[in-house]
């Protein structure tokens, strides 16, 4: 198995390779929202490395959202299309599940009973989830497992519901990750009790597709794959107009800036 | 390369129509795919850009699938990939350029980006084979109202263009005041062939002697004057008139000004592009303007004249041959110029 992961959901855009041992090969950028621009080459760079040539992967996994739409639609795009020219199989990975596996290792070390991915959707809004991290059987690798619903939050309601769910448990840390905390920082810092969260740091801070891969990797062996045109972006959201048609408020003055 | 003809595919995804098409040696039409979305924007009035970009990402490997299956090739026989790169909406035109650079990497397939603008005059090389530049271009669309000489394949030379409301647009805005609903082009057309030209006195605006910019804008007020005086008094409007006056307003100073520039540097051929080139009245006006002073006017057929991948994929063929370096680190530019 050799499966190509692609995060381009967040600032940075990065490429991935993982076998089935779980060996990763990864290529990033540092230059932010370049993802149009820079995809092909960080892919490249990523097959390469991993020392395979294009016609050798097996499937290709796309990190599908929720985060930035333009981002989101670059990768979904590209995974498609790769896949339907390979003639392979997608994997989707949900964005917000591969930011909490890619900073588990450091929650656990801080002793953080809770990982709490938070993407800033602006306007107080977040798109955000609460993980847990459990472990398999053999006790060696865990996982992020899934407490909090992967939704929109206005981020006061986010953390007042980590607040309860912090209480049930004595002396239980969350454990933060995102853009979230770049925008949100001050609030989460006024909301939550002294000693009760920590922010990852900013080399660890944002969406990458290593951890995409890791659970890409996993969803394959699990035979969660998709056909290239089943691929499809979780934005989380409807466009403005749409929302605004339901509502029945579409107005004129909409209708004319949209021509 | 098929049975010895260069093969390029063209996509196409600038604005709200997800377009694939495969043409061989730059010329003939082999596949032409068109994905419309206009069933899907006529409910909000107009091309919702966030719709149109999730529209297209859903719709784009199947239209290139069936362009490839309608040719009667595979990938592997595709000797070139062309995009629409600019200009366009930036949400929409991404998806043709991810789309594209992931198919050119999967395929070993060069890709070169393309002008949306170049396309639209090389709908052109496909409908009539024998055309080569030098020739004048006539420009017309949602977006654009443009006289262009045209000296070689792919350089244009911009002579003059809308200094307000490019000539689709006034045409949207006044079919919407008027009831005629969107896409406002093709209705307008359609009511004027009922009504009277002649029955209301909508101004001309040529601008600066010899200039070939054009405005619409004050026509369109004049326009939205005129219908609220009627309302006002009382009065009953004909839309049809009210169409074809309008039109008439529009398509008379488009025709004068691209036969002038014709003139004035000495093309002997005007070439007709861009969704409102299909306009029958525009179509009509040019013929006989054009041919009071013996200019020929060439103009695809409508299905070429809207966004289309095969004019695509022929400006592709051109740029490629001209020696453009393929580019896998192409980006999207909503600003394109000529």
Redesign the interface.
Same mark, same amino acid.
């Given at each position: 198995m050799k499966i190509l992961a692609i995060e381009t959901t967040g600032k940075y855009g990065s490429a991935s390779v993982i076998d089935e041992t779980g060996r990763v090969f990864s290529a990033d950028s540092r230059e932010e929202m370049n993802h149009?621009?820079? *995809?092909?080459?960080l892919?490249?760079e990523a097959i390469r490395s991993a020392g395979i040539t294009?016609d050798e992967l097996t499937h290709v996994a796309a990190s599908v959202g929720p985060g930035s739409?333009?981002g989101i #639609?670059?990768g979904?795009?590209?995974? #498609?299309? *790769?896949a339907? *020219?390979?003639g392979i199989p997608c994997i989707g990975v949900s964005t917000l599940k591969a930011m909490a596996e890619g900073i588990l290792d450091e929650a656990i070390s801080k002793d953080a009973l809770y990982v709490v991915p938070v993407i800033n959707a602006r306007r107080h809004q977040t798109y955000a989830a609460v993980y847990e991290a459990e472990f398999t059987s053999d006790h060696e690798k865990q996982s992020a497992v899934n407490i909090m619903e992967e939704k929109q939050y206005m981020i006061e309601d986010l953390l007042e519901e980590l607040r309860t769910k912090l209480a049930e448990t004595d002396g239980a840390k969350a454990f933060f990750t995102g853009d979230g905390i770049d925008a949100y920082g001050d609030i989460i810092r006024s909301a939550m009790p002294e000693g009760s969260y920590l922010f990852a740091d900013e080399e660890i801070r944002y969406q990458h597709s290593e951890p995409v891969a890791r659970v890409a990797l996993r969803m394959a062996e699990g035979g969660k794959t998709l056909g290239?045109?089943e691929l *499809?972006?979780e934005?989380m959201r409807l466009? &403005?107009? &749409?929302q605004r048609?339901k509502a029945g408020t579409?107005s004129?003055r909409i209708?004319?800036a949209?021509? | 390369m098929k049975n010895g003809h260069f093969l390029t595919l063209g996509i196409e995804t600038s604005c709200d129509e997800t377009a694939a098409s495969v043409v061989a040696d730059g010329r003939f039409v082999m596949s032409n795919v068109i994905s419309s979305q206009i069933d899907i924007h006529t409910a909000y009035g107009g091309v919702v850009p966030e719709i149109a970009s999730r529209k297209h990402l859903e719709r784009v490997n199947d239209v290139i699938g069936k362009a490839l299956d309608d040719a009667g090739v595979s990938a592997k026989d595709i000797d070139l990939i062309g995009v629409t790169y600019g200009p366009g909406l930036v949400g929409a035109l991404l998806i043709g350029v991810a789309a594209a650079k992931a198919m050119a990497y999967a395929c070993d397939i060069p890709l070169v980006g393309v002008n949306h603008m170049h396309g639209h005059i090389a709908a052109n090389y496909l409908e009539h084979h024998e055309l080569e530049p030098p020739f004048m271009a006539l420009i017309v669309s949602g977006g654009h109202t443009e006289i262009v000489n045209v000296p070689e394949y792919n350089k244009c030379e911009k002579l003059g263009g809308t200094r307000d409301d490019a000539a689709g647009e006034a045409f949207d805005k006044v079919a919407r005041v008027i009831g005629l609903g969107y896409p406002g082009g093709p209705k307008i057309d359609r009511a004027a062939k009922e009504g009277d030209k002649d029955s209301i006195a909508f101004k001309r605006v040529y601008l600066e002697h010899g200039s070939l910019d054009f405005s619409f804008s004050g026509l369109k007020t004049q326009a939205l004057n005129y219908l609220n005086q009627q309302r006002q008094a009382g009065r009953e409007i004909n839309v049809n008139d009210v169409a074809a006056s309008f039109q008439e307003a529009v398509v008379e100073v488009i025709a004068d000004k691209a036969v002038m520039a014709a003139e004035k540097y000495g093309q002997k051929r005007i070439v007709m592009a861009g969704g409102v080139a299909s306009n029958s009245r525009l179509r009509a006006l040019m013929e006989e303007k054009a041919g009071a002073k013996g200019i020929d006017v060439l103009k695809p057929s409508p299905v070429l004249c809207t966004d289309n991948g095969a004019m695509i994929a022929s400006a592709a063929y051109y740029a490629f041959r001209a020696g453009e370096k393929p580019d896998l680190e192409l980006d999207a530019i909503p600003g394109l110029e000529f």
């Open positions: 149009l621009k820079g *995809m092909i080459t892919i490249d294009k739409f333009t #639609r670059i979904v795009t590209t995974a #498609r299309v *790769m339907q *020219m390979l290239y045109d *499809m972006p934005y466009a &403005e107009a &749409e048609l579409l004129d209708k004319r949209s021509v | -």
